[in-house]
C-alpha cells in the first residue's frame, strides 16, 4: 500500500506475489450498483486476495436503473465462487418514500438521503462486524478531490475500518474492462450515448438524484419517463423542488453559492 496526496491507494494489490493482500483480514466492498464498486471487487479477484471475511454491503434503491440489482446480485454470486467467507447485507430503500416522510426534497448540499440511508447503515454495519478496511472506489480523476474530503470528515477511532483506494490509479475504462471481464456485463443506462459517443449518465444511481442539473433531469425524462413522473408527482405534491437550476438558485435553494461542489461523498451526481 502506497500513500500518495496524503491518502492510501493501492493498484498493485496483484503485483505482490510476495505478500497475500488482506490475509486473516476483515474487509468491505459496498457495492453502489455502480461500474467502479464492482471494479474494486474484481480487481480483489485478480489480486488474489485472502480476507478472512468479505463482506458485501448494497443499499438498494427504488430509484436505481431496472438492471441494477441483477448487477450486484451477480456479482456476488461471482464473489462466492472466488472467496471462502462471503457476508453480504442488503437494504432496501427509496428516495420517492424517504423524502416523502421527511416533507423535502434536500439541496445539494445536504445529503440527508446518502447519510441516513446508506453511510449510517454501512458504518453501523462495520462496527457490528469489527471490519478493518474499507474499500472505496474512487477512480484516478476523483480520488484526490473525493478521498481527501472523505479522510478529513472520516472519524479516527478504533471502531471505523481505514480507507482504501484500491483502484484509485485507474480510470472509469479501465473500470469497464475489469467488470467486463469478470461478470460479463454491466447496467444498461452506461451505454446510453450522446451523437458524440459521451455517456449520457455517466453515474448509475439514484433516478433521479436531488443533486442533478436540469440537464440531467431532462435525460431522467427522456430514458427513464417513468421514473420522472413519479419524481415529479412527489415534487408537485409537497411543493419542493429537484436539482440545481441557475435560474432559480437563490428562489429555490438556500445557502450554496454558485459552482459549489455537491457536498455528498457517497453519490456521484
Ligand atoms: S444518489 Fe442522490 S438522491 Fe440518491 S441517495 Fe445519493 S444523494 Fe440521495
Known amino acids: 500500500m502506497k500513500k500518495v496526496d496524503s491518502i492510501f491507494v493501492s493498484n498493485t494489490l496483484h503485483q505482490t506475489p510476495c505478500c497475500v493482500p488482506y490475509f486473516g ?63 453480504v447485507k442488503i437494504t432496501s430503500n427509496s428516495i420517492l418514500r424517504y423524502f416523502k416522510e421527511q416533507n423535502l426534497i434536500p439541496h445539494p448540499i445536504n445529503s440527508p438521503c446518502s447519510k441516513n440511508l446508506k453511510i449510517i447503515p454501512m458504518a453501523v454495519y462495520c462496527f457490528e462486524n ?15 478531490r473525493r478521498g481527501e474530503r472523505q ?71 427522456e430514458f427513464y419517463p417513468d421514473n420522472y413522473l413519479r419524481a415529479l408527482q412527489l415534487s408537485q405534491e409537497l411543493k419542493k423542488f429537484w436539482g440545481r437550476s441557475e435560474d432559480d438558485f437563490y428562489f429555490t435553494f438556500e445557502g450554496r453559492e454558485l459552482g459549489q461542489p455537491s457536498t455528498c461523498n457517497d453519490c456521484r451526481w
Not at 49 to 77: C, N
Not at 164 to 191: A, L, N, R
Request: glycine share 6%.
Open 151 to 221: 479522510q478529513k470528515v472520516m472519524q479516527v477511532d478504533m471502531f471505523t475500518p481505514e480507507k482504501h483506494y484500491t483502484i484509485g490509479s485507474f480510470t472509469d475504462e479501465w473500470c469497464f474492462d475489469i467488470v467486463k471481464k469478470h461478470i460479463g456485463w454491466y447496467p444498461k443506462i452506461y451505454d446510453i450515448k450522446d451523437e458524440n459517443g459521451k455517456r449520457i449518465f455517466s453515474h448509475n444511481n439514484c433516478l433521479p438524484c436531488k443533486n442533478m442539473n436540469p440537464k440531467d433531469f431532462a435525460a431522467v425524462a
Open 130 to 144: 469489527g471490519i478493518k478496511y474499507d474499500l472505496v472506489g474512487y477512480v484516478k480523476h476523483e480520488l484526490k
Open 25 to 87: 483480514q476483515k474487509i468491505m466492498v459496498g457495492l453502489s450498483g455502480g461500474i467502479n464498486s464492482m471494479a474494486v471487487l474484481c480487481d480483489l479477484i485478480e489480486s488474489k486476495a485472502k480476507p478472512a471475511e468479505l463482506h458485501l454491503f448494497y443499499a438498494h434503491f427504488a430509484e436505481h436503473s431496472p438492471d441494477t440489482f441483477q448487477f450486484v446480485a451477480d456479482g456476488i454470486r461471482y464473489a462466492r465462487k472466488h472467496f471462502d467467507n462471503v457476508k
